[in-house]
Nanobody
């Protein structure tokens, strides 16, 4: 059974940095696409970063390109989202997700989700 558990959210000042973690189990990273989504208050859920475990390919949303990065620690079976130069528009609940098919993350319908973790950026 695929399980994902996100953590690391909190309050951060404008311009600051934060690292989110997603503890994963039940699958091998090299067989799945792993990604991060977020949902800001009153807005639709947005996919922001995907990592294809088979190819190593990365997909970034324009809203986070150059500021956010995704990485994995295979030994800890954990996925990280490093967020830099945060601003108020980054305030959202962040979710990690995984699926065997890259296309399902790309279209916003991965079959496996972690619970969300709230990031609040204060001005």
């Amino acid at each position: 059974e695929v399980q994902l558990q996100a953590s690391g959210g909190g309050l951060v000042q404008n311009g600051g940095s934060l690292r989110l973690s997603c503890a994963a189990s039940g699958f091998n990273f090299e067989d799945y696409t792993i990604g991060w989504f977020r949902q800001a208050p009153g807005k639709e859920r947005e996919g922001i970063l995907y990592l294809d475990g088979r190819t190593g390919g990365l997909t970034y949303a324009d809203s986070v390109r150059g500021r956010f990065t995704i990485s994995t620690d295979t030994a800890k079976h954990t996925v990280y989202l490093d967020m830099n130069n945060l601003n108020s528009e980054d305030t959202a609940v962040y979710f990690c997700a995984a699926d065997r098919l890259w296309s399902r993350l790309r279209t916003g319908v991965p079959r496996n989700w972690g619970q969300g973790t709230l990031v609040t950026v204060s001005s």
